[in-house]
């Protein structure tokens, strides 16, 4: 089973992690968060988030997701990659993280491009009817 990381901004992860918790109908084993503050040194941080890469990887691989894309998170997060074991993506979402979850028993790189195209494919813009 792929592992997953959320580097984010403030308590986004968390948030996430308890959302798609909700929307799953159960606690998701290895899947956790590491939250960065405006304060944090990104060479402080880098050993946790190589620690939870570790904690998280069980043989299959670890999928990062990062929410902004040049952020002091994602920049964290790009470090970690390793093409095979640690693939990383930008943008995260609760789409993107359901989907990542539903296909976390596949290959990494399966599991990264279904949970890429989850993210993009839950962006829609919702019309409505007549009033």
Known sequence: ????????????GD????CV?????????QLTYLSITVQDDPDVVMPKAVELVKQLDRGDGVLVLSDICGATPCNIASRLVKPGSVECLAG???????RALTYRNEPLSAVAEKALSGGR???????????
């Open 1 to 12: 089973m792929i592992g997953i990381l959320i580097i984010s901004h403030g308590n986004l």
């Open 15 to 18: 948030s996430l992690i308890h």
């Open 21 to 29: 918790n909700h929307v799953m109908g159960q606690k998701s084993e």
């Open 92 to 98: 995260v979402n609760l789409p993107m993280l359901v």
């Open 121 to 131: 494919e839950g962006v829609i813009r919702i019309d409505t009817g007549p009033t």
